[in-house]
């Protein structure tokens, strides 16, 4: 059964950094997609930064500031979050799907409903 466990979220000041990962078990990580997706309260789950293989996308308002990383020897997704905004604040999701190569990750980041694997979601604060 796939599963993940996702964590490194917690309080940070502004212009603080955080890293989240995002262990995985019950599958092999080399096929698949995994995507970095956020929600802040009374709004809906927004896509955050994708990655398939080598390849990654960020959305406008994180990019510059969020690098997305895979180790996948480790089953182990990254996020290293860098110039925290009081907007970033949200439940960060770690998100798995299977990547067939019809469509570009950027398309995949796009289609929340297209990502069959999600974790428990991590808290982010950015708060002084």
């Known amino acids: 059964q796939l599963h993940f466990v996702e964590s490194g979220g917690g309080l940070v000041q502004p212009g603080g950094s955080l890293r989240l990962s995002c262990a995985a078990s019950?599958?092999?990580?080399?096929?698949?997609?995994i995507g970095w997706f956020r929600q802040a309260p009374g709004k809906e789950r927004d896509a955050g930064p994708c990655?398939?293989?080598?390849?990654?996308h960020y959305a406008d308002s994180v990019k510059g500031r969020f690098t997305i990383s895979r180790d996948n020897a480790k089953k182990t997704a990254y996020l290293q979050m860098n110039s925290l905004k009081p907007e970033d604040t949200a439940v960060y999701y770690c998100?798995?799907?299977?990547?067939?190569?019809?469509?570009?990750?950027?398309?995949?980041?796009?289609?929340?409903?297209?990502?069959?694997?999600w974790g428990q979601g991590t808290q982010v604060t950015v708060s002084s």
């Open positions: 998100a798995a799907e299977i990547d067939l190569h019809i469509i570009t990750i950027q398309e995949m980041c796009g289609i929340l409903k297209g990502w069959g694997y």
């Open positions: 019950g599958f092999t990580m080399d096929s698949y997609a």
């Open positions: 990655i398939s293989g080598g390849t990654a």
